[in-house]
């Protein structure tokens, strides 16, 4: 089930009366406020004024529910915290069961809710500005492509071209014909068929794509790479991206490469 599934799922979910305890909670190292683990003071104020509100609406089944729950949630987020990122996200009931958790890489401002319902609104959020997308990095060499959600790498491939060419590479080194500026007409007409075998390289891996988006659930594309061969990419995709980013992040670690898709 893609991100956006889970989401349309816990909007609607409900229960009969207050059941769903869900937690946002800032785990990020990098954030001043969170240092020397000030996440487990949030955690265990904004789970305490939750049970002290119920404490004192006496209703015997929503405690008995709510601290089943706390008492969950607690052990997950305590057990996982070692794989922390920038925070967790935590959708909990027991009847009719519920339990859906999120570490996820991007900012989250902390709240805690105990409703009749999963409150999503802040999880709605996140992924619309990071949402299920594929970013395609072509270069002369080989595509590379990332499927992402939430500021998550979820997948990474990479797919190389093979030039048809038997002089791309010489055995002793030196610089190949194929190569602009050596060879005079003769590298015009290897980069003539260079050209063409890329073309027709980007071509099949555009079809590739294109069933990626609909697998996949993409809502978004992005294209990122020097000018000529991006726009020669996008040339081959029917679904036109949403943006073309004239940068060589080829080998650039994913992380980054978000940073320059999402929040440039």
Not at 202 to 229: F, H, P, S
Not at 234 to 248: E, H, V
Request: hydrophobic letters at 35%.
């Amino acid at each position: 089930m893609s991100l956006s599934e889970e989401l349309k799922s816990l909007k609607e979910y409900k229960c009969n009366s207050r059941c769903v305890l869900s937690v946002y909670l800032n785990t990020n190292p990098a954030d001043p406020e969170q240092q020397n683990g000030a996440w487990r003071i949030h955690l265990k104020n904004g789970l305490k004024r939750l049970a002290e509100y119920l404490e004192a609406s006496q209703d015997q089944n929503e405690i008995k529910a709510f601290k089943k729950l706390k008492d969950k949630v607690t052990k997950e987020i305590e057990g996982n915290q070692n794989d922390f990122n920038k925070g967790v996200v935590i959708f909990a009931s027991e009847d009719p069961e519920l339990w859906s958790v999120h570490y996820v890489q991007v900012q989250v401002k902390t709240s805690f809710h105990w409703e009749d319902h999963a409150v999503t609104e802040e999880m709605e959020y996140m992924l619309k500005a990071y949402p299920e997308a594929g970013i395609i990095l072509p270069s002369l060499g080989e595509v590379r492509i990332l499927d992402t959600a939430m500021g998550f790498i979820n997948d990474e491939m990479t797919y190389e071209f093979d030039s048809g060419l038997q002089v791309w590479k010489e055995a002793n080194g030196a610089r190949s014909s194929v190569q602009r500026g050596s060879g005079g007409g003769q590298s015009d007409e290897f980069d003539d068929r260079l050209r063409e075998n890329l073309e027709r390289f980007y071509k099949e891996l555009g079809a590739t794509v294109e069933k990626m988006r609909k697998d996949r659930n993409w809502k978004e594309i992005y294209v990122v790479g020097e000018a000529e061969l991006a726009n020669s990419f996008t040339k081959a995709l029917r679904t036109k991206p949403n943006n073309s980013i004239y940068k060589n992040l080829i080998n650039v670690q994913p992380e980054k490469v978000l940073h320059q898709v999402f929040e440039k």
